[in-house]
């Protein structure tokens, strides 16, 4: 595939954000994927690797709407969805807007809402809308949800149910910066935070122009072969309590056509299927009790199977 000025765009998005985001460029790589294959993250990490500035440096170099929303125990659904108020001078109920209506939503620390709350996003997340007292809203387009969670703390959480872990289309991780990248943040951050010093590059329509076209990625009868073959082995695996859903198989494919328009690709290859399979289905997988006892982690399984199923050689391209 030639590159077009959308490609360029998102190259530049994507150096501008590794500029003030250091040391990050697998993770942001990843996350402009999922965004441009129009899929939800859920990105786990310590607090203070940066999860929040990322999300905000995004939306600030696409003049993108942005809303934040940190959960606790005593957070409601219409906190998040909105909700009718009575108005006594027009004798009328209004709806006033949550921040839902957003193009990009961090829900941080998503763990800590209760599952009422959580599921509230269930529908928003999968048909990019909210019903309301029966009226259902059409959110922003393009939205995309990120969600953050603390892996050590567990006092007052709540686990996210498959149901709600299936929805999101890649799950992946900050970890700490090497000490060279620490050493100069330290010396950067004098200058503010990162994400209000990111300079606009393009508008929100961008990401509408490079969803279209990646849309287009030629995937090739072989490949989504391979794709079922390694999603189904999931649900065969003897440490694998629950396997890969169908969606999984959709986001998967949809996850590796955009991985390859984002490396200037026009087809899908072998190869982009084990980069995201990781990152995809490593999330939706329940391990049984034999995995916890042997010490054996999602990670592991997966490239276990990648080894064994057999990968296609011969692609019409």
Same mark, same amino acid.
């Given at each position: 595939?030639?590159?077009?000025?959308?490609?360029?765009?998102?190259?530049?998005?994507?150096?501008?954000?590794?500029?003030?985001?250091?040391?990050? %460029?697998?993770?942001?790589?990843?996350?402009?994927?999922?965004?441009?294959?129009?899929? %939800?993250?859920?990105? #786990?990490?310590?607090?203070?690797?940066?999860?929040?500035?990322?999300?905000k440096s995004l939306a600030r170099s696409l003049d993108g709407q942005f809303r934040r929303v940190q959960c606790n125990p005593d957070l409601l659904p219409t906190d998040i969805t909105g909700m009718f108020?009575?108005?006594?001078?027009?004798?009328?109920?209004i709806f006033r807007q949550g921040p839902i209506m957003t193009n990009f939503l961090l829900v941080d620390e998503i763990n800590r809402a209760t599952t009422k709350t959580q599921s509230a996003l269930l529908?928003? *997340?999968?048909?990019?809308?909210?019903?309301?007292? @029966?009226?259902?809203?059409?959110?922003?387009?393009?939205?995309?949800?990120?969600?953050?969670?603390?892996?050590?703390?567990?006092?007052?959480?709540?686990?996210?149910?498959?149901?709600?872990?299936?929805?999101? *289309?890649?799950?992946? %991780?900050?970890?700490?910066?090497?000490?060279?990248?620490?050493?100069? *943040?330290?010396? =950067? %951050?004098?200058? @503010?935070?990162?994400?209000?010093?990111?300079?606009?590059?393009?508008?929100?329509?961008?990401?509408?122009?490079?969803?279209?076209?990646?849309?287009?990625?030629?995937?090739?009868?072989?490949?989504?072969?391979?794709?079922?073959?390694?999603?189904?082995?999931? =649900?065969?695996? =003897?440490?694998?309590?629950?396997?890969?859903?169908?969606?999984?198989?959709?986001?998967?494919?949809?996850?590796?056509?955009?991985?390859?328009?984002?490396?200037? =690709?026009?087809?899908?290859?072998?190869?982009?299927?084990? #980069?995201?399979?990781?990152?995809?289905?490593?999330?939706?997988?329940?391990?049984?009790?034999?995995?916890?006892?042997?010490?054996?982690?999602?990670?592991?399984?997966?490239?276990?199977?990648?080894?064994?199923?057999?990968?296609?050689?011969?692609?019409?391209?």
């Open positions: 595939m030639k590159t077009s000025p959308l490609h360029a765009s998102m190259l530049h998005l994507q150096s501008t954000l590794e500029k003030y985001i250091l040391g990050k %460029h697998q993770e942001i790589e990843l996350l402009l994927t999922a965004v441009i294959a129009g899929g %939800h993250i859920l990105i #786990e990490d310590v607090p203070g690797t940066g999860k929040t500035q990322l999300i108020i009575f108005h006594p001078k027009d004798q009328a109920f529908e928003a *997340m999968e048909e990019h809308r909210v019903t309301i007292d @029966g009226q259902t809203f059409d959110l922003p387009q393009p939205f995309v949800m990120f969600a953050t969670q603390n892996p050590i703390e567990f006092e007052g959480t709540y686990a996210l149910p498959e149901a709600q872990l299936d929805r999101f *289309m890649m799950k992946i %991780h900050l970890g700490y910066p090497d000490e060279a990248t620490e050493k100069m *943040m330290l010396f =950067r %951050h004098v200058l @503010g935070q990162p994400s209000e010093r990111v300079e606009t590059i393009a508008d929100i329509d961008l990401i509408h122009k490079v969803q279209e076209e990646a849309k287009h990625v030629h995937v090739d009868d072989a490949i989504g072969g391979y794709i079922i073959d390694i999603v189904r082995a999931t =649900r065969k695996h =003897r440490l694998i309590l629950l396997g890969a859903s169908p969606r999984a198989s959709l986001a998967l494919m949809q996850a590796s056509k955009a991985y390859a328009w984002l490396k200037g =690709r026009s087809y899908v290859t072998p190869d982009d299927i084990k #980069e995201m399979a990781p990152h995809v289905l490593g999330h939706r997988l329940m391990l049984s009790m034999d995995a916890k006892i042997e010490g054996v982690n999602a990670k592991s399984i997966l490239e276990q199977i990648l080894k064994q199923v057999p990968v296609p050689i011969r692609l019409e391209m």
